[in-house]
């Protein structure tokens, strides 16, 4: 049996580095194919052709955007009897279509994104929220519990990408309004250090509190490991499901207008953290 990773970025790097404790031989590809071969010198994985990876029995993608996951397996279709495992934050109505053009050639594709951040990735220790077909999903499990803390099944294929999605909108929701919280204290001359220990004992915590703030805002760092931009991309996905149901939830609404104010290029660059500076830049005060 093999299995090929499709995708070696700040997460899909350490993802596939754990899947050689399986036992079975690992195929990787990469855009930049020296990511894949200095992959392969690293974790005893192989470096191929991505003609050979779409050709492995279990197939996992992690790409910046559905899109890119279309495009690539337009141009190189799996073989009848594997199952696709999308690993990208993608768009529910991608992976229904994805699922169903695929399972008409007798492949199965199941939505499994991930949360955990990079760090989670490199301990394997992530969450994974599957959606698609359940006897793949039952099949695809043992292979991904190699770098899965949590894999729970969410639903029908779309599920694991509309939780991704409203997943990381709280997250966003959490940092904003842990900066506006943090903006009116130091305004009255609090320590935020103090504050945020006061806050991580308190009812008011958040993972934005616990790590974020202090290890990438509060000390000024802002170390890229999740890009501004993907995180857009992924409160879009949320927006857009909103409207699709029709429904009035102004929140998250309001977080998309917040986060959409740094353009799309200086997103690219940044880390998510870095919004913040939105607000620091409006208040005239930094948190630090
Ligand atoms: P990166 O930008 O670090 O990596 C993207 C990967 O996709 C690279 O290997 C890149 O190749 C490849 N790639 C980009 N475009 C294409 C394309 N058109 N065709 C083929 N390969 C392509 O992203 P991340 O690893 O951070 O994110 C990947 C996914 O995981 C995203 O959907 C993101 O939202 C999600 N995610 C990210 C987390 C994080 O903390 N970073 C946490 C949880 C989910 P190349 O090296 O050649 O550029």
């Known amino acids: 049996m093999k299995i090929a990773f499709i995708g070696l970025g700040a997460m899909g790097w350490h993802m596939a580095s754990h899947l050689p404790k399986l036992g079975f031989e ?20 192989k470096a191929t052709s991505v003609d050979q990876a779409v050709k492995a029995d279990f197939i996992f993608s992690c790409l910046p955007t559905s899109a890119d996951v279309e495009q690539l397996i337009a141009q190189n279709p799996p073989v009848k009897g594997s199952v ?9 109505i991608s992976a229904l279509k994805l699922a169903n053009q695929l399972k008409f050639n007798g492949v199965e594709y199941l939505d499994a994104p991930v949360s955990g951040q990079t760090i989670g990735a490199e301990k394997g220790t992530l969450t994974v929220m599957v959606g698609g077909d359940v006897d793949a999903y039952k099949r695809a499990k ?3 519990q190699a770098f899965a803390g949590l894999i729970e099944y969410v639903g029908e294929s779309g599920s694991g990408f509309a939780v991704k999605a409203v997943n990381n909108t709280l997250m ?22 103090s504050a945020l220990n006061c806050i991580n004992h308190s009812s008011g915590k958040s993972s934005m509190s616990e790590n974020i703030m202090a290890q990438r805002v509060l000390s000024r ?16 996905i949320a927006t857009d499901l909103i409207q699709e149901q029709a429904l009035n939830l102004p929140t998250m609404q309001l977080i998309q207008n917040q986060y959409k104010q740094i353009e799309k290029v200086k997103a690219q660059d940044s880390d998510f953290s870095a919004v913040v500076q939105v607000l620091e830049h409006q208040s005239k005060i930094e948190l630090s």
């Open 26 to 45: 690992v195929l990787v590809w990469n855009r930049n194919f020296e990511k894949a071969e200095a992959h392969a010198q690293t974790f005893g994985t």
């Open 84 to 92: 696709w495992i999308d690993c990208t934050s993608g768009v529910p």
């Open 142 to 144: 043992p292979i991904i």
């Open 172 to 193: 966003a929701t959490h940092l904003w309004a842990l900066a506006e919280g943090l903006t009116v204290l130091k305004s009255k001359g609090v320590d935020l250090n």
């Open 221 to 236: 760092a802002f170390p890229k490991t999740f890009a501004l931009d993907l995180l857009q991309k992924d409160i879009g």
